[in-house]
């Protein structure tokens, strides 16, 4: 991201395809053999003093069910006022999925009066082999705990003579373990616990809220690489006269379910004092679930990228410009109302989804809506409007709130072609996930650590703090919530992947940074292993706010650092980032070739900031895939046109799909150029696509920062060179493509 900024651009300084078919059931055959012998392979696990639910929520099935409608699901929903019930005959069965094999110590079977006198309970890797963990022909009903041994992925009861003429009733099937017979061992993690000294938590009646708020600031305010990590957390209620300036590294967000819950008449601000009024590097912190009556009537959120603005509700206008209107680079707002008009100024790219606004002012270089009521009509190029009526697929972040005196994680339900707020109309669709159902990650936890609580079920919320791990973090169970709070940061040792999600359901990854090691890493994380191939359309993964970055706090290398493999997959609001600026920063000294590659497909970006990548910055192999915004420079710091050369091509695109792909479509993308080293250097173009009927662009420019370098074209051969704009930082754009 620059320093300096554009002298005119503002008005102050300033179905699935064959391949995937294909590869989906050689996968699956290729999975149900290796579970198979994993069953046989791995050793038994002793039981542990203090086992771990593993079944509540989790998907079930049965044999059977009784006709009143009592269904599977309500023997793992942990609500003992439901239940499930079969058929009135004997050999009727429950099973549970647990997402991934588990160590398994312990079930427990709430019976109805309609129990079993016979049955047994199995294991199965594959849920076709099963072996019988316990069995017995005298069950008394009422409530049993059964002690069992083994690994399994899947628990069954398997009823074989009833106490009655009914079915087989149970109130609640519960499955208990943890460890996965490899990451395992040890005592069991517990859930839950406090949040650590770094999440500052309040109520109206909490004395000396503002001044520990400028305490933090003051810390925060330029530490822009420092190990500093914050969150704010405010219940329910009213807090008058306070005014939130959030540094870097910061997180205020409010408790209860929705924003106007938390109301603070003040303001939440972000000013760029600390860099001369230039708003450029006001990156990594972020404002969530509050709402704000400011004392002037307009607050002010004056930031660039890495910067989210999520469900707020703002009772006035909002400013994206620092005090004096000086440059700024960008952000992001979703879910959130602004009653009032948005002044943009000279925000010179913007992305704002599923919300409600007032209006909007100016539109700089890139201005892209989609899904938000009050939104400006396309207008593109001029005024640079993008706007869609709906998001063809969103699901909003997850967030801690306080349910009563108990903390819960709320994880929003999935939307399909969305427009505005989730929570306006009363109290927003998803699940509500205890605290006691995730570990709670503090500085100081190992991979190791971390891995065990995932194997035993747990999600994990991090709390505000810089963690080194020395293997992968293997999410691998389906549903898990990956949260972090004050942007906790994850740095790999020794060349590792710092985050690995298997090709399961519905992951959510948010609210961290990853940060790269000085030993390259070939990737940081990865969404779905090497050839994934699960259908995830109903359920997909969610990447939000997670932020990658290479240099800047010190030196950092990656080969690549996001590679998406899942189908189906939400990238929503990432920035990842070669350092321009900072430590460790030079052509070889933070090397990272490729910022993004996705081969999975049906992956959605909304918000995809990419920038300065030795190479491609965002490369696409996977089918349908679309981008709703995209921003991106160019590395800064080419030595020469050399370095830079592809082949006969002359730079590396900036997004480039693969002569592969069938269909592709985006919309509003902007790549800009800035080779401040070499200001001769020569890009072909910055967007590179086959021409083909399925693959379409909509709202893109190219743009020379001050003539340091140039653009030949925008995409392919279309669009005009920013060469006969000179030093003038005026943009080259195509309304469409082809």
Request: hydrophobic fraction near 35%; proline fraction near 5%; charged fraction near 15%.
């Amino acid at each position: 991201m620059p320093s300096v900024g554009p002298s005119t651009a503002a008005p102050s300084p300033h179905s699935r395809s064959p391949r995937t078919r294909a590869r989906r059931a050689l996968a699956g055959a290729v999975v149900t053999a290796l579970a198979a012998a994993l069953l046989a392979a791995l050793p038994t696990t002793a039981a542990q003093a203090a086992p771990v639910l593993l079944s509540q929520g989790k998907p079930v099935s049965a044999s059977s069910q009784e006709h009143y409608g009592t269904a599977a699901a309500g023997a793992v929903d942990g609500d003992l006022g439901t239940r499930w019930s079969s058929a009135a005959s004997d050999s009727q069965w429950l099973q549970v999925d647990l997402g991934s094999p588990m160590a398994v110590s312990q079930v427990v079977l709430r019976w109805e009066a309609a129990h079993a006198t016979s049955y047994r309970i199995e294991l199965s890797a594959d849920g076709a082999s099963w072996t019988t963990a316990y069995a017995t022909t005298t069950g008394r009903g009422g409530t049993e705990t059964v002690d069992v041994s083994g690994t399994a992925r899947y628990v069954r009861m398997q009823g074989v003579a009833r106490a009655t003429g009914y079915g087989y009733s149970l109130w609640e099937f519960q499955v208990f373990g943890g460890g996965d017979g490899g990451d395992g061992g040890g005592p069991t993690l517990p859930g839950g616990g406090d949040l650590g000294p770094n999440v500052h938590i309040v109520d109206p009646s909490t004395p000396g809220i503002q001044a520990k708020l400028d305490q933090v600031f003051q810390r925060q305010e330029s530490a822009q690489f420092g190990s500093g990590r914050h969150a704010f957390l405010l219940k329910p209620g009213t807090y008058n006269g306070l005014n939130a300036q959030i540094g870097f590294y910061t997180q205020i967000a409010g408790l209860g379910l929705r924003p106007d819950d938390t109301t603070i008449n003040g303001d939440v601000t972000v000013d760029a004092g600390w860099f001369n009024g230039n708003a450029t590097q006001n990156f990594w912190r972020g404002a969530e679930n509050l709402a704000v009556a400011p004392v002037n009537g307009t607050n002010r959120w004056a930031v660039s990228q890495a910067a989210s603005f999520r469900r707020m509700h703002v009772k006035g206008g909002l400013n994206l410009a620092p005090n004096g209107y000086g440059w700024a680079s960008g952000g992001y707002i979703a879910d959130s109302k602004i009653d009032g008009q948005v002044g943009n100024y000279s925000q010179q790219q913007w992305y704002t989804r599923d919300s409600s606004i007032g209006g909007w002012s100016n539109s700089v270089w890139n201005q892209t809506f989609s899904g938000v009521e009050g939104a400006p009509a396309t207008g593109f190029p001029e005024p640079r409007y993008t706007t869609l009526d709906t998001t063809p697929t969103s699901r909003e972040k997850p967030f801690l709130y306080l349910d009563g005196s108990e903390y819960k994680v709320f994880a929003p339900a999935k939307r399909t072609n969305a427009r505005g707020t989730t929570w306006a109309n009363g109290t927003p669709q998803g699940e509500s996930v205890p605290l006691s159902r995730f570990y709670v990650v503090k500085p100081g936890a190992t991979a190791a650590t971390i891995n065990q609580a995932l194997a035993q079920g747990l999600h994990l919320l991090f709390t505000p703090g810089v963690y080194h791990v020395d293997r992968a973090i293997e999410v691998k169970r389906a549903d898990t919530i990956v949260l972090g709070l004050g942007l906790a940061t994850i740095i790999p040792d020794n060349g590792v992947t710092a985050m690995k999600v298997a090709d399961v359901d519905g992951v959510k990854l948010a609210g961290f940074l990853i940060d790269a090691g000085p030993v390259n890493s070939p990737t940081l994380l990865e969404v779905g292993p090497q050839n994934a191939s699960a259908d995830h359309s109903a359920n997909p993964t969610t990447v939000q706010d997670v932020y990658i970055r290479v240099g800047g706090a010190g030196a950092g290398k990656a080969t690549t650092s996001m590679v998406v493999n899942s189908d189906d997959a939400i990238i929503d609001h990432t920035w990842v980032w070669r350092a321009d600026h900072g430590e460790g920063v030079g052509w070889e000294t933070n090397r990272a070739d490729y910022g993004v590659r996705v081969h999975g497909d049906d992956v959605l970006a909304t918000g995809l900031f990419v920038e300065h990548f030795n190479k491609y910055d965002v490369e696409w192999y996977g089918e349908r895939g679309r981008t709703i915004f995209y921003q991106n420079e160019k590395a800064y710091d080419a030595p020469n046109q050399a370095a830079i050369q592809n082949g006969s091509t002359k730079g590396y695109a900036a997004y480039r799909v693969d002569d592969s792909v069938n269909t592709h479509e985006a919309w509003g993308l902007g790549s800009y150029c800035n080779y401040n080293v070499d200001p001769t250097i020569r890009q072909d173009h910055g967007f590179k696509a086959p021409v083909k009927p399925g693959v379409r662009f909509h709202s893109l420019l190219t743009v020379s920062l001050g003539g340091n370098g140039h653009y030949e074209h925008v995409i392919n051969t279309t669009g005009a060179s920013t060469v006969p704009a000179g030093t003038s930082t005026v943009p080259s754009t195509v309304v469409s493509y082809p």
